[in-house]
């Protein structure tokens, strides 16, 4: 076509269209940052829940741009409204400010967002892609396709039979590519739908490379598909949308998954003939996990995995800083060392370098989360810690939460114990563990079931409690508290001395140790607890009398 002919073609295929890219150019300038600072984006798709290599990758997108000065933002890619949820929008931000994953602007809920480079939600920008692509058609660098969905079947079937090396609209294959002015026009007068192309000037023969700022240097066949930048409806297709979207947004580092590798060389191609700067690429490994069954890797599943989802993390209670702390050990290798070096600083000041990403797949470990989490929680003062607790057994725990909310005071004497000290104890990985961890403090939850070592004989159990009943005072400091302890244990046949029991068994029934077990199953039905003389002052002197007293009737 000519160019006089092109200009009549984009009047005719976008009549509503009255604005030039210039104008989204001067709406959208370029960012004013420090040099070297870099914009990110995360884009993810409202189509199911939010996957926990989302959260990785929006971690990654947001630390990048943190330590370079720059900006990160989210943006919604809802352009496939077919695989679209009831406000799955909601399930990516909630779980986003759930593990503390915060953006610098884009969309912060549903219908809701923030910042000058909007909107931030694809269905919202749709003026945007036509004017670009009205652009392209009047420059000669697309073009309407009349195809029905069954000739472009058909003609897969033809280029497999013939042996074609890809499959695609390209080449002698692109029936509608060298479509006249006139016939373009019949058709649409006629009623026939359209979707239009990108006229691509690839060759099979030529290559491209591009670096990857996490596996370095790529080369790939060039673009030689005549790839659908519009809809029938004139909706984009994700290839097309993100480029304007990057472009306009002024994004400089597209990171994403390694399953976009094969998408660059058509990407590239659409940044090119829009007359846009390619921004850099860096592909992120898929998140992985070995299979229970065979024992190899492979990528978490939503079917097989219920960690697949954040949510999953958020009802077992996962604290934010736990799941960041461990997705950051899985993100980068020298993030456990920084961390040593660096002891109480917030995870996300880590200095983020996206060359000490893997290129390979990132092992997901729940054993291992669990670990880390169990020290993020030892760290945590016990404020922090029952607040936390409170929130979430009134979401997912409505009994715990009835006993806890009554005292809050009392909840956090008890999380305290054992806390604030040079060696704090880990029992706790997760607040869905703390009502079984607490259950002793509580009359409505305490088990007095126990079960006596199998030294100890009932009788001399008995004894012990009764024994203890009478010198037991709540108000006596620990030491005081510990030699009455020891007092007990001559008169009733036991050692204070832990040693001289080592070395002359059989002259004992047992040590001082074996008392405080039969007073410390007394008091909480559990042979191994934090700090006991702390758990009886949490307790009260009541609940110790009557605890140690009913054990003693029971025996």
Not at 13 to 27: S, W
Not at 90 to 107: L, P, R, Y
Not at 401 to 413: G, Q, R
Not at 465 to 473: A, C, K, Q, R
Request: include cysteine; aromatic fraction near 10%.
């Amino acid at each position: 076509m000519t160019e006089q002919e092109n200009k009549q073609l984009a009047a005719l295929l976008f009549p509503g269209i009255d604005k030039t890219p210039d104008y989204f150019e001067e709406k959208y300038p370029e960012r004013s940052l420090p040099e070297g600072a870099r914009v990110t984006r995360f884009a993810p798709s409202p189509t199911g829940y939010l996957h926990i290599g989302g959260l990785f990758g929006a971690l990654v997108d947001v630390l990048t741009a943190k330590v370079s000065g720059g900006v990160s933002y989210l943006r919604i890619e809802d352009t496939d409204k077919k695989r679209e949820i009831d406000d799955g929008v909601s399930a990516i931000t909630n779980g986003m400010k759930a593990f503390g994953v915060h953006f610098d602007e884009g969309v912060t809920g549903f219908g809701t967002e923030e910042g000058a480079y909007g909107p931030y939600t694809q269905s919202d920008r749709v003026e945007i892609y036509q004017t670009v692509a009205k652009s392209l058609v009047e420059r000669g660098l697309a073009y309407p396709c009349f195809c029905a969905a069954e000739e472009l079947t058909a003609l897969r079937e033809r280029q497999e039979a013939e042996g074609a090396p890809i499959t695609g609209y390209f080449g002698k294959w692109a029936k509608c590519r060298d479509l006249t002015f006139d016939e373009i026009k019949r058709n649409i007068d006629g009623g026939k739908s359209w979707v239009l192309r990108f006229r691509s000037d690839g060759s099979e023969e030529k290559r491209i490379t591009f670096e990857d700022m996490i596996r370095g240097k790529i080369e790939m066949p060039e673009n030689i598909i005549d790839e659908v930048l519009l809809k029938s409806d004139g909706v984009p297709t994700y290839h097309f949308a993100h480029v304007c979207d990057d472009h306009f947004m002024r994004t400089t580092h597209v990171i994403r998954g390694e399953e976009w590798i094969s998408s660059v060389p058509k990407h590239i191609a659409l940044f090119r003939a829009c007359g846009y700067r390619v921004p850099k690429y860096a592909h992120t490994p898929q998140v992985m996990k070995f299979d229970d069954e065979t024992g190899d890797k492979r990528k978490l599943s939503k079917r097989k995995d219920p960690e697949a989802a954040v949510s999953y993390f958020v009802v077992e209670g996962f604290p934010k800083e736990s799941l960041i702390e461990y997705l950051l050990t899985i993100i980068s290798s020298g993030f456990e060392d920084w961390r040593r070096a660096n002891p109480g600083v917030p995870a996300l000041d880590y200095p983020f370098n996206l060359k000490k990403m893997s290129s390979s797949g990132c092992l997901f470990d729940l054993v291992k989360l669990t670990d880390v989490s169990k020290n993020v929680i030892s760290t945590m003062k016990a404020p922090y810690v029952a607040e936390n607790v409170t929130a979430w057994a009134k979401e997912y725990d409505p009994a715990f939460y009835a006993l806890i909310e009554k005292n809050p005071a009392y909840l956090e004497a008890a999380l305290n114990i054992d806390r604030e000290n040079p060696k704090p104890r880990k029992d706790i990985s997760k607040w869905s563990e703390v009502p079984a961890y607490l259950s002793y403090f509580y009359d409505e939850t305490f088990d007095p079931a126990f079960t006596l070592p199998e030294n100890i004989a009932p009788a001399d159990a008995k004894a012990i409690l009764e024994s203890y009943i009478e010198v037991f005072d709540i108000n006596d400091d620990k030491e005081t508290w510990f030699n009455k302890i020891k007092a007990l244990c001559e008169p009733l046949g036991f050692t204070p001395n832990v040693k001289e029991y080592k070395q002359n068994p059989d002259a004992f029934k047992g040590h001082v140790g074996d008392v405080s077990t039969v007073i410390r199953l007394a008091v909480t039905a559990r042979a191994q607890t934090p700090d006991l003389y702390s758990i009886m002052n949490v307790l009260g002197g009541d609940a110790v009398k009557a605890r140690l007293g009913s054990a003693a009737a029971s025996l």
